[in-house]
Protein backbone atom coordinates (compact mmCIF):
# COMPACT_ATOMS: atom_id res chain seq x y z
CA UNK A 1 0.00 0.00 0.00
CA UNK A 2 2.85 2.49 1.18
CA UNK A 3 4.36 1.63 -2.15
CA UNK A 4 1.66 2.35 -4.47
CA UNK A 5 0.71 5.45 -2.38
CA UNK A 6 4.34 6.79 -3.23
CA UNK A 7 3.94 6.02 -6.63
CA UNK A 8 1.78 8.77 -7.63
CA UNK A 9 3.34 12.10 -8.09
CA UNK A 10 3.67 14.41 -4.58
CA UNK A 11 1.54 17.07 -6.34
CA UNK A 12 -1.54 13.80 -6.82
CA UNK A 13 -0.83 13.24 -3.24
CA UNK A 14 -0.97 16.82 -1.86
CA UNK A 15 -4.30 17.05 -3.68
CA UNK A 16 -5.65 13.23 -2.95
CA UNK A 17 -4.90 14.54 1.47
CA UNK A 18 -6.60 18.02 0.42
CA UNK A 19 -9.79 16.81 -0.78
CA UNK A 20 -10.36 13.85 1.77
CA UNK A 21 -9.90 16.93 4.39
CA UNK A 22 -12.69 19.16 1.60
CA UNK A 23 -14.73 16.45 1.57
CA UNK A 24 -14.95 15.96 5.35
CA UNK A 25 -15.64 19.15 5.46
CA UNK A 26 -18.79 19.44 3.48
CA UNK A 27 -20.09 16.19 4.49
CA UNK A 28 -20.54 17.34 7.86
CA UNK A 29 -22.92 19.90 6.55
CA UNK A 30 -25.30 17.87 4.01
CA UNK A 31 -26.77 14.70 5.89
CA UNK A 32 -28.50 16.98 8.62
CA UNK A 33 -29.18 19.73 6.47
CA UNK A 34 -33.19 18.79 6.83
CA UNK A 35 -32.87 17.65 9.68
CA UNK A 36 -32.03 21.11 10.47
CA UNK A 37 -34.33 23.08 8.59
CA UNK A 38 -37.31 20.47 9.47
CA UNK A 39 -36.09 20.48 13.39
CA UNK A 40 -34.36 23.45 14.42
CA UNK A 41 -35.79 26.06 11.88
CA UNK A 42 -39.43 24.29 12.28
CA UNK A 43 -39.96 24.18 8.22
CA UNK A 44 -41.93 21.30 6.36
CA UNK A 45 -39.85 18.63 4.68
CA UNK A 46 -41.07 19.88 1.47
CA UNK A 47 -39.82 23.24 2.25
CA UNK A 48 -36.35 21.61 2.73
CA UNK A 49 -36.66 19.55 -0.16
CA UNK A 50 -37.02 22.39 -2.61
CA UNK A 51 -34.30 24.76 -0.91
CA UNK A 52 -32.14 21.53 -1.33
CA UNK A 53 -33.25 21.76 -5.25
CA UNK A 54 -32.61 25.57 -5.18
CA UNK A 55 -28.99 24.77 -3.95
CA UNK A 56 -28.02 22.05 -6.39
CA UNK A 57 -29.18 24.81 -8.96
CA UNK A 58 -26.86 27.53 -7.41
CA UNK A 59 -23.83 24.44 -7.11
CA UNK A 60 -24.65 23.63 -10.96
CA UNK A 61 -23.91 27.82 -11.69
CA UNK A 62 -20.92 27.70 -9.36
CA UNK A 63 -19.74 24.99 -11.16
CA UNK A 64 -19.61 26.27 -14.43
CA UNK A 65 -18.56 29.97 -13.25
CA UNK A 66 -15.55 28.15 -11.22
CA UNK A 67 -14.41 26.26 -14.51
CA UNK A 68 -14.56 29.43 -16.18
CA UNK A 69 -12.59 30.94 -13.27
CA UNK A 70 -10.29 28.47 -12.75
CA UNK A 71 -9.16 28.55 -16.91
CA UNK A 72 -9.38 32.64 -17.32
CA UNK A 73 -8.99 33.97 -14.03
CA UNK A 74 -6.38 32.29 -12.33
CA UNK A 75 -6.25 28.87 -10.97
CA UNK A 76 -5.25 30.06 -7.41
CA UNK A 77 -6.93 33.33 -7.39
CA UNK A 78 -10.27 30.95 -8.14
CA UNK A 79 -9.46 28.41 -4.99
CA UNK A 80 -9.13 31.66 -2.52
CA UNK A 81 -12.20 33.47 -3.65
CA UNK A 82 -14.37 30.04 -3.71
CA UNK A 83 -12.98 28.68 -0.47
CA UNK A 84 -13.12 32.64 1.34
CA UNK A 85 -16.49 32.63 0.29
CA UNK A 86 -17.55 28.80 1.71
CA UNK A 87 -15.60 29.74 5.16
CA UNK A 88 -17.49 32.93 5.67
CA UNK A 89 -20.88 31.30 4.59
CA UNK A 90 -20.41 28.46 6.92
CA UNK A 91 -20.04 30.59 9.89
CA UNK A 92 -22.70 32.42 9.14
CA UNK A 93 -24.88 29.66 8.44
CA UNK A 94 -23.68 28.54 12.16
CA UNK A 95 -24.89 31.71 13.78
CA UNK A 96 -27.94 32.32 12.15
CA UNK A 97 -31.65 31.06 13.02
CA UNK A 98 -33.11 33.74 10.72
CA UNK A 99 -34.93 31.68 8.17
CA UNK A 100 -35.08 34.13 5.41
CA UNK A 101 -31.35 34.26 6.37
CA UNK A 102 -30.65 30.86 5.86
CA UNK A 103 -32.39 30.43 2.73
CA UNK A 104 -30.12 33.16 1.13
CA UNK A 105 -26.79 31.52 3.15
CA UNK A 106 -27.70 28.16 1.55
CA UNK A 107 -28.22 29.11 -1.79
CA UNK A 108 -24.60 31.28 -1.31
CA UNK A 109 -23.10 28.17 -0.30
CA UNK A 110 -24.02 26.10 -3.32
CA UNK A 111 -23.13 29.04 -5.39
CA UNK A 112 -19.28 29.15 -3.74
CA UNK A 113 -19.04 25.72 -2.88
CA UNK A 114 -20.15 24.69 -6.56
CA UNK A 115 -17.13 27.17 -8.23
CA UNK A 116 -14.72 24.58 -5.55
CA UNK A 117 -16.21 21.64 -7.52
CA UNK A 118 -14.34 21.50 -10.60
CA UNK A 119 -11.15 22.43 -9.07
CA UNK A 120 -9.93 18.51 -7.77
CA UNK A 121 -10.43 16.98 -11.01
CA UNK A 122 -8.82 19.89 -13.27
CA UNK A 123 -5.92 20.27 -10.82
CA UNK A 124 -5.57 16.19 -11.60
CA UNK A 125 -5.43 16.73 -15.12
CA UNK A 126 -2.98 20.26 -14.99
CA UNK A 127 -1.01 18.81 -13.02
CA UNK A 128 -0.46 15.18 -13.58
CA UNK A 129 -1.66 15.08 -17.66
CA UNK A 130 -0.38 11.71 -18.14
CA UNK A 131 -1.99 10.13 -15.21
CA UNK A 132 -5.10 9.84 -16.77
CA UNK A 133 -8.08 7.93 -15.26
CA UNK A 134 -4.83 7.06 -11.59
CA UNK A 135 -5.27 10.76 -11.18
CA UNK A 136 -9.19 11.70 -11.43
CA UNK A 137 -10.47 7.59 -10.02
CA UNK A 138 -7.71 8.93 -6.97
CA UNK A 139 -9.75 12.05 -6.18
CA UNK A 140 -13.00 10.01 -6.67
CA UNK A 141 -11.84 7.58 -3.85
CA UNK A 142 -10.66 10.22 -1.46
CA UNK A 143 -13.83 12.45 -1.90
CA UNK A 144 -15.60 9.05 -0.58
CA UNK A 145 -13.58 8.53 2.04
CA UNK A 146 -14.15 12.06 3.37
CA UNK A 147 -17.87 11.75 2.87
CA UNK A 148 -17.43 8.55 4.96
CA UNK A 149 -15.65 10.29 7.56
CA UNK A 150 -17.45 14.00 7.65
CA UNK A 151 -20.80 12.08 7.99
CA UNK A 152 -19.56 10.28 11.20
CA UNK A 153 -17.74 13.43 12.40
CA UNK A 154 -21.04 15.46 11.35
CA UNK A 155 -23.34 13.51 13.90
CA UNK A 156 -20.82 13.82 16.68
CA UNK A 157 -20.65 17.62 15.95
CA UNK A 158 -24.50 18.01 16.05
CA UNK A 159 -24.73 16.11 19.13
CA UNK A 160 -23.00 18.85 20.67
CA UNK A 161 -24.58 21.89 18.19
CA UNK A 162 -25.79 22.11 15.00
CA UNK A 163 -23.92 25.31 14.91
CA UNK A 164 -20.91 23.07 15.12
CA UNK A 165 -21.28 21.02 11.89
CA UNK A 166 -21.44 24.47 10.09
CA UNK A 167 -18.44 25.51 11.48
CA UNK A 168 -16.63 22.22 11.60
CA UNK A 169 -16.91 22.58 7.69
CA UNK A 170 -15.30 26.17 7.86
CA UNK A 171 -12.06 24.74 10.03
CA UNK A 172 -11.59 22.43 7.59
CA UNK A 173 -11.63 24.39 4.87
CA UNK A 174 -8.99 26.75 6.29
CA UNK A 175 -6.66 23.57 6.26
CA UNK A 176 -7.49 22.63 2.35
CA UNK A 177 -7.20 26.37 1.38
CA UNK A 178 -3.83 26.90 3.95
CA UNK A 179 -2.31 23.57 2.22
CA UNK A 180 -3.31 25.19 -1.37
CA UNK A 181 -1.72 28.49 -0.46
CA UNK A 182 1.72 27.17 1.21
CA UNK A 183 2.20 24.40 -1.45
CA UNK A 184 -0.13 24.83 -4.94
CA UNK A 185 2.00 27.70 -6.30
CA UNK A 186 5.60 25.70 -6.43
CA UNK A 187 3.50 22.82 -7.70
CA UNK A 188 1.93 24.34 -10.73
CA UNK A 189 5.32 25.98 -11.82
CA UNK A 190 6.52 22.98 -11.58
CA UNK A 191 3.91 20.95 -13.87
CA UNK A 192 4.17 24.21 -16.12
CA UNK A 193 7.85 23.68 -16.69
CA UNK A 194 7.56 20.23 -17.21
CA UNK A 195 4.87 20.55 -19.98
CA UNK A 196 7.35 22.93 -21.53
CA UNK A 197 9.92 20.78 -21.54
CA UNK A 198 8.17 17.82 -22.66
CA UNK A 199 8.51 16.94 -26.61
CA UNK A 200 6.75 13.90 -28.62
CA UNK A 201 7.95 11.32 -26.32
CA UNK A 202 6.16 7.72 -27.09
CA UNK A 203 7.39 5.42 -24.77
CA UNK A 204 7.33 1.80 -24.57
CA UNK A 205 6.70 -0.09 -21.61
CA UNK A 206 6.63 -4.00 -21.61
CA UNK A 207 5.01 -3.67 -25.22
CA UNK A 208 2.32 -0.94 -24.26
CA UNK A 209 2.03 2.23 -25.84
CA UNK A 210 2.16 4.88 -23.10
CA UNK A 211 1.92 7.81 -25.99
CA UNK A 212 -0.42 10.67 -24.10
CA UNK A 213 -3.39 11.04 -26.07
CA UNK A 214 -3.01 14.85 -28.51
CA UNK A 215 -5.25 17.43 -27.15
CA UNK A 216 -7.77 18.68 -29.33
CA UNK A 217 -7.10 22.41 -30.44
CA UNK A 218 -11.15 23.36 -30.00
CA UNK A 219 -13.58 22.14 -27.51
CA UNK A 220 -15.32 19.03 -29.54
CA UNK A 221 -19.11 20.10 -28.68
CA UNK A 222 -20.68 17.12 -29.95
CA UNK A 223 -18.96 14.50 -28.32
CA UNK A 224 -18.53 16.85 -24.45
CA UNK A 225 -22.50 16.94 -25.03
CA UNK A 226 -22.89 13.59 -25.51
CA UNK A 227 -20.88 12.80 -22.46
CA UNK A 228 -23.08 15.10 -20.49
CA UNK A 229 -26.20 13.69 -21.71
CA UNK A 230 -24.78 10.23 -20.60
CA UNK A 231 -23.44 11.63 -16.93
CA UNK A 232 -27.05 13.58 -16.44
CA UNK A 233 -29.15 10.69 -16.97
CA UNK A 234 -27.04 8.41 -15.14
CA UNK A 235 -27.16 10.74 -12.10
CA UNK A 236 -31.12 10.52 -12.19
CA UNK A 237 -30.84 6.94 -12.03
CA UNK A 238 -28.41 7.43 -8.89
CA UNK A 239 -30.88 9.40 -6.60
CA UNK A 240 -33.36 7.34 -6.94
CA UNK A 241 -31.74 5.73 -4.38
CA UNK A 242 -31.86 8.53 -2.03
CA UNK A 243 -35.40 10.06 -2.99
CA UNK A 244 -38.44 7.39 -4.10
CA UNK A 245 -36.40 4.25 -3.18
CA UNK A 246 -35.93 5.50 0.23
CA UNK A 247 -39.93 5.59 0.86
CA UNK A 248 -40.84 2.96 -1.18
CA UNK A 249 -38.49 0.59 1.33
CA UNK A 250 -40.23 1.60 4.18
CA UNK A 251 -43.51 0.45 2.44
CA UNK A 252 -42.38 -2.62 2.41
CA UNK A 253 -41.30 -2.49 6.24
CA UNK A 254 -37.59 -2.00 5.89
CA UNK A 255 -36.66 -0.08 8.21
CA UNK A 256 -34.34 3.32 8.35
CA UNK A 257 -31.65 1.54 9.81
CA UNK A 258 -31.44 -1.27 6.78
CA UNK A 259 -31.72 1.60 4.70
CA UNK A 260 -28.61 3.61 6.58
CA UNK A 261 -26.54 0.25 6.28
CA UNK A 262 -26.99 -0.08 2.47
CA UNK A 263 -24.94 3.45 2.36
CA UNK A 264 -22.50 1.56 4.74
CA UNK A 265 -22.36 -1.48 1.74
CA UNK A 266 -21.94 1.36 -0.74
CA UNK A 267 -19.11 3.66 0.89
CA UNK A 268 -17.33 0.25 2.07
CA UNK A 269 -17.23 -1.22 -1.55
CA UNK A 270 -16.31 2.02 -2.73
CA UNK A 271 -12.88 2.70 0.06
CA UNK A 272 -12.55 -1.51 0.03
CA UNK A 273 -13.17 -2.47 -3.22
CA UNK A 274 -10.53 -1.11 -5.46
CA UNK A 275 -9.06 -4.18 -6.35
CA UNK A 276 -11.80 -6.01 -7.46
CA UNK A 277 -13.22 -2.82 -9.67
CA UNK A 278 -9.30 -3.03 -10.88
CA UNK A 279 -10.10 -6.64 -12.26
CA UNK A 280 -13.46 -5.98 -13.77
CA UNK A 281 -11.59 -3.05 -15.65
CA UNK A 282 -8.46 -5.57 -16.61
CA UNK A 283 -11.17 -8.28 -17.61
CA UNK A 284 -14.07 -6.50 -19.00
CA UNK A 285 -13.54 -2.50 -19.99
CA UNK A 286 -9.78 -2.00 -21.08
CA UNK A 287 -11.00 1.32 -21.88
CA UNK A 288 -12.36 4.24 -20.90
CA UNK A 289 -15.47 3.69 -23.26
CA UNK A 290 -16.00 0.11 -22.54
CA UNK A 291 -15.85 1.06 -18.65
CA UNK A 292 -18.84 4.09 -19.01
CA UNK A 293 -20.43 1.70 -21.34
CA UNK A 294 -20.15 -1.54 -18.69
CA UNK A 295 -21.04 1.00 -15.77
CA UNK A 296 -24.67 2.15 -17.44
CA UNK A 297 -25.21 -1.61 -18.15
CA UNK A 298 -24.48 -2.55 -14.63
CA UNK A 299 -27.17 0.83 -13.61
CA UNK A 300 -30.27 -0.97 -15.63
CA UNK A 301 -29.36 -4.59 -14.27
CA UNK A 302 -29.49 -2.85 -11.01
CA UNK A 303 -32.91 -1.59 -11.43
CA UNK A 304 -34.31 -4.69 -12.76
CA UNK A 305 -32.81 -6.62 -10.43
CA UNK A 306 -34.95 -4.31 -7.52
CA UNK A 307 -37.96 -4.79 -10.25
CA UNK A 308 -38.35 -7.70 -8.91
CA UNK A 309 -37.05 -7.56 -5.73
CA UNK A 310 -39.59 -7.22 -2.69
CA UNK A 311 -37.30 -8.31 0.61
CA UNK A 312 -34.35 -6.11 2.01
CA UNK A 313 -31.74 -9.09 0.52
CA UNK A 314 -32.72 -8.16 -3.56
CA UNK A 315 -32.11 -3.89 -2.14
CA UNK A 316 -28.73 -5.45 -0.40
CA UNK A 317 -27.73 -6.81 -4.12
CA UNK A 318 -29.00 -3.63 -5.94
CA UNK A 319 -26.73 -1.54 -4.24
CA UNK A 320 -23.93 -3.77 -4.41
CA UNK A 321 -24.37 -3.98 -8.18
CA UNK A 322 -25.08 -0.04 -8.51
CA UNK A 323 -22.34 0.62 -6.70
CA UNK A 324 -19.66 -1.27 -8.86
CA UNK A 325 -21.66 0.91 -11.97
CA UNK A 326 -20.92 3.76 -9.95
CA UNK A 327 -17.01 3.05 -9.31
CA UNK A 328 -16.64 2.54 -13.30
CA UNK A 329 -18.67 5.68 -14.28
CA UNK A 330 -18.20 8.34 -11.90
CA UNK A 331 -14.13 8.79 -12.34
CA UNK A 332 -14.44 7.38 -16.06
CA UNK A 333 -16.72 10.24 -16.89
CA UNK A 334 -13.74 13.33 -16.37
CA UNK A 335 -11.36 11.41 -17.23
CA UNK A 336 -13.32 11.11 -21.11
CA UNK A 337 -13.50 14.85 -20.89
CA UNK A 338 -9.93 15.63 -20.13
CA UNK A 339 -8.77 13.30 -23.01
CA UNK A 340 -10.42 16.32 -25.55
CA UNK A 341 -10.03 18.97 -23.42
CA UNK A 342 -7.80 22.24 -25.10
CA UNK A 343 -5.01 23.30 -22.84
CA UNK A 344 -6.29 26.21 -20.46
CA UNK A 345 -9.90 24.54 -20.79
CA UNK A 346 -9.38 22.67 -18.10
CA UNK A 347 -11.44 24.00 -15.38
CA UNK A 348 -14.51 25.07 -17.70
CA UNK A 349 -14.80 21.42 -19.01
CA UNK A 350 -14.67 20.11 -15.29
CA UNK A 351 -16.68 22.48 -14.45
CA UNK A 352 -19.35 21.33 -16.72
CA UNK A 353 -19.17 17.95 -15.67
CA UNK A 354 -20.07 18.50 -12.38
CA UNK A 355 -22.50 21.10 -13.16
CA UNK A 356 -24.50 17.90 -14.89
CA UNK A 357 -24.06 15.52 -11.78
CA UNK A 358 -25.93 18.65 -10.02
CA UNK A 359 -28.43 18.77 -13.15
CA UNK A 360 -29.18 15.26 -12.46
CA UNK A 361 -29.64 15.80 -9.09
CA UNK A 362 -31.85 18.46 -9.29
CA UNK A 363 -34.13 16.90 -12.01
CA UNK A 364 -33.95 13.01 -10.58
CA UNK A 365 -36.47 13.39 -7.23
CA UNK A 366 -38.82 15.43 -9.07
CA UNK A 367 -38.79 12.75 -12.69
CA UNK A 368 -38.91 9.48 -9.90
CA UNK A 369 -42.02 11.08 -8.22
CA UNK A 370 -43.99 11.89 -11.14
CA UNK A 371 -43.05 8.19 -12.12
CA UNK A 372 -43.64 6.56 -9.20
CA UNK A 373 -47.21 8.32 -8.59
CA UNK A 374 -47.95 7.59 -12.27
CA UNK A 375 -46.91 3.90 -12.32
CA UNK A 376 -45.94 3.06 -8.89
CA UNK A 377 -42.92 1.23 -8.46
CA UNK A 378 -41.91 -1.33 -11.00
CA UNK A 379 -42.96 0.99 -13.54
CA UNK A 380 -40.67 3.61 -12.01
CA UNK A 381 -37.69 0.53 -11.95
CA UNK A 382 -38.40 0.06 -15.65
CA UNK A 383 -38.30 3.31 -16.83
CA UNK A 384 -35.09 3.35 -14.68
CA UNK A 385 -33.58 0.47 -16.57
CA UNK A 386 -34.89 2.22 -19.77
CA UNK A 387 -32.58 5.41 -19.29
CA UNK A 388 -29.84 3.55 -18.58
CA UNK A 389 -29.66 2.00 -21.83
CA UNK A 390 -30.40 5.64 -23.36
CA UNK A 391 -27.29 6.54 -21.30
CA UNK A 392 -25.40 3.84 -23.24
CA UNK A 393 -26.58 4.99 -26.54
CA UNK A 394 -24.75 8.65 -25.50
CA UNK A 395 -21.58 6.81 -24.10
CA UNK A 396 -21.47 4.85 -27.10
CA UNK A 397 -21.50 7.87 -29.70
CA UNK A 398 -19.65 10.32 -27.98
CA UNK A 399 -16.27 9.08 -29.82
CA UNK A 400 -18.32 9.65 -33.43
CA UNK A 401 -17.56 13.43 -32.54
CA UNK A 402 -13.84 13.46 -32.29
CA UNK A 403 -11.47 13.87 -34.78
CA UNK A 404 -9.47 11.02 -33.69
CA UNK A 405 -10.15 8.04 -31.50
CA UNK A 406 -8.52 7.44 -28.56
CA UNK A 407 -7.75 4.45 -27.18
CA UNK A 408 -6.91 4.63 -22.92
CA UNK A 409 -3.29 4.06 -22.18
CA UNK A 410 -2.32 1.49 -20.01
CA UNK A 411 -1.15 3.58 -16.99
CA UNK A 412 -4.85 5.28 -16.57
CA UNK A 413 -6.51 1.43 -15.75
CA UNK A 414 -6.65 1.26 -11.88
CA UNK A 415 -3.34 -0.80 -10.77
Not at 293 to 299: E, P, Q, S
Request: include cysteine; hydrophobic fraction near 50%.
Amino acid sequence: MRQKWESYPSSIRLLTIAAVIFSTGMACIWPLVTIYIHNHLGKPLTVAGFLLLLNQGAFLIGSIVGGMMFDRWGKMRTIVVGSIGGILISVCLGVTQDFTVYVVLLLLNGLFYGSLSPVMNALAVVLWPEGGRKGINLIYVSLNVGVAAGSALGGFLASVSFAWTFFGNAISQVIVLTMFMLILPRQLKLAEQKRQLQTTTPEQAEGELLREPQKETKVVWGALLLLCGGLLISWIVYVQWTTVLSAYMQSLGISLRQYSLLWTLNGGLILFGQPLIAWVIRSFARTLKAQMLLGAYIFALSMLILSQSTVYAGFVAGMFIMTLGEMLVWPAVPAVAAQFTPEGREGFIQGLIAGTGSAGRMLGPLLGAFIFQSFHAQGLLFVMAGLCLLSVAFFAFHTSFQKRRHQVPVQNQVS
